[in-house]
């Protein structure tokens, strides 16, 4: 796995490539698109209109403003009998995974079924259906040998992935996400409030706003690395996400 470097020429270099990217009219689908991070990445790819079918697949029908209802194709599922489905994940070229919850939200085993089982079930029946290109955000310090419930799930779920042998395969390791959630996490909030705080100073390698983390999922997908499967880290989804903003 190879951590991406930007180079100077990288606005250019995205553009043309974004152009490309388009003309081939490619769809995509989006796990997780009600959460945080999930939003900000439909809003992202509507606006940057590089796929000519978006779908959503989820437990329940979303509301959007606008036209975008016009834009979006919506599957609604049941994650616990995702089998039933198959023919959600059918005819995708890519999908954005930005599926997951908490343990102190959903328990220790609704953390590992929603993080762990619906996320590689997913991978799985898109890569059945045709599916080439996986991203898949994950976390800091994500390591499957990790001592830390979290980080180990992240880690084997990366690796689970992996191994299913995507054509692209990208993972997005942001730190802490700057980001007004409408669900308490209060030893999240008070981390953000006090990041927030520090990165109008200067910069730092410990949070990122979300909006950056959904701008490099997008940016990235048009990219053509040089290896099948990559991780972009903290400093690299920034490198990106910002890059995007100029």
Same mark, same amino acid.
């Given at each position: 796995?190879?951590?991406?470097?930007? *180079?100077?020429?990288?606005? !250019?270099?995205?553009?043309? =490539?974004?152009?490309?990217?388009? @003309?081939?009219?490619?769809?995509?689908? %989006?796990?997780?698109? $009600?959460?945080?991070? +999930?939003?900000?990445?439909? &809003?992202?790819?509507?606006?940057?209109? %590089?796929?000519?079918? #978006?779908?959503?697949?989820?437990?329940?029908?979303?509301?959007?403003?606008?036209?975008?209802?016009? &834009? =979006?194709? @919506?599957?609604?599922?049941?994650?616990?009998?995702?089998?039933? !489905? /198959?023919?959600?994940?059918? +005819?995708?070229?890519?999908? !954005?995974?930005?599926?997951?919850?908490?343990?102190?939200?959903?328990?220790?085993?609704?953390?590992?079924?929603?993080?762990?089982?619906?996320?590689?079930?997913? /991978?799985?029946?898109?890569?059945?259906? +045709?599916?080439? &290109?996986?991203?898949?955000?994950?976390?800091?310090?994500?390591?499957?040998?990790?001592?830390?419930? !979290?980080?180990?799930?992240?880690? @084997?779920?990366?690796?689970?992935?992996?191994?299913?042998?995507?054509?692209?395969?990208?993972?997005?390791? *942001?730190?802490? =996400?700057?980001?007004?959630? @409408?669900? $308490?996490?209060?030893?999240?909030?008070?981390?953000?409030?006090?990041?927030? +705080?520090?990165?109008?100073?200067?910069?730092?390698?410990?949070? %990122?706003?979300?909006?950056?983390? /959904?701008? /490099?999922?997008?940016?990235?997908?048009?990219?053509?690395?040089? &290896?099948?499967?990559? #991780?972009?880290?903290?400093?690299? %989804?920034?490198?990106?996400?910002? $890059?995007?903003?100029?």
């Amino acid at each position: 796995w190879f951590t991406s470097l930007i *180079p100077v020429s990288y606005k !250019y270099q995205e553009s043309t =490539l974004e152009e490309n990217f388009r @003309q081939q009219n490619k769809s995509c689908f %989006i796990l997780g698109a $009600s959460g945080e991070t +999930g939003k900000v990445l439909v &809003q992202e790819l509507l606006e940057r209109n %590089i796929f000519s079918k #978006i779908t959503l697949i989820g437990r329940r029908q979303l509301t959007f403003e606008g036209k975008a209802n016009e &834009q =979006l194709v @919506q599957e609604v599922v049941d994650f616990e009998k995702l089998d039933d !489905y /198959a023919a959600a994940f059918q +005819g995708h070229d890519v999908g !954005y995974c930005c599926l997951g919850t908490t343990k102190a939200k959903s328990g220790t085993e609704g953390f590992i079924r929603v993080d762990h089982d619906y996320t590689v079930k997913s /991978a799985e029946l898109a890569k059945a259906g +045709g599916c080439s &290109q996986f991203h898949l955000q994950s976390s800091r310090g994500a390591d499957k040998k990790s001592s830390f419930l !979290y980080l180990k799930v992240k880690g @084997q779920v990366e690796a689970e992935i992996e191994a299913l042998g995507f054509d692209r395969y990208s993972v997005y390791r *942001p730190g802490v =996400l700057l980001v007004d959630r @409408q669900e $308490s996490r209060p030893t999240e909030w008070l981390a953000r409030k006090f990041l927030n +705080g520090f990165t109008s100073v200067c910069s730092t390698s410990m949070a %990122i706003p979300i909006q950056v983390v /959904a701008k /490099a999922m997008v940016s990235n997908t048009v990219l053509q690395p040089e &290896q099948k499967a990559e #991780i972009l880290e903290h400093k690299d %989804i920034m490198a990106v996400g910002k $890059s995007a903003e100029k």
